[in-house]
């Protein structure tokens, strides 16, 4: 929230992705660093349990880049071409229900 307030992060938008992982981006990838990354996003309620999803690997970040980040990537860019004051709303609604889910 501290982050929020700075003017730093939003409460929705792409979220921040290790160093590495952003090396890796493709061109069309890297438009995502022109926003602000968010506490919520699509990629954030499709994928809450990374942890379960990687446990066990030999190789956590083949697997990340795999298994996890293509969609991440894709769910990053659409939020991107669609994003709006509503789309933002629903988001946020979707993560407060998914807390009180689990």
């Known amino acids: 929230m501290i982050n929020v307030l700075r003017g730093d992060m939003s409460f929705v938008g792409p979220r921040p992705q ?12 890297k438009t995502l660093l022109n926003v602000r990354p968010g506490i919520t996003d699509y990629a954030s309620l499709r ?18 880049m795999e298994k996890i980040h293509p969609e991440k990537m894709r769910l990053s ?4 071409r669609n994003k709006s004051f509503w789309l933002d709303m629903k988001l946020i609604l979707q993560t407060v229900a998914a807390i009180f889910r689990h």
């Open 18 to 29: 290790v160093k590495w992982a952003v090396d890796l981006y493709t061109e069309e990838e």
């Open 47 to 64: 994928f809450p349990n990374e942890g379960e999803i990687l446990k066990g690997s030999k190789d956590p970040d083949k697997d990340y």
């Open 77 to 80: 860019l659409e939020y991107l």
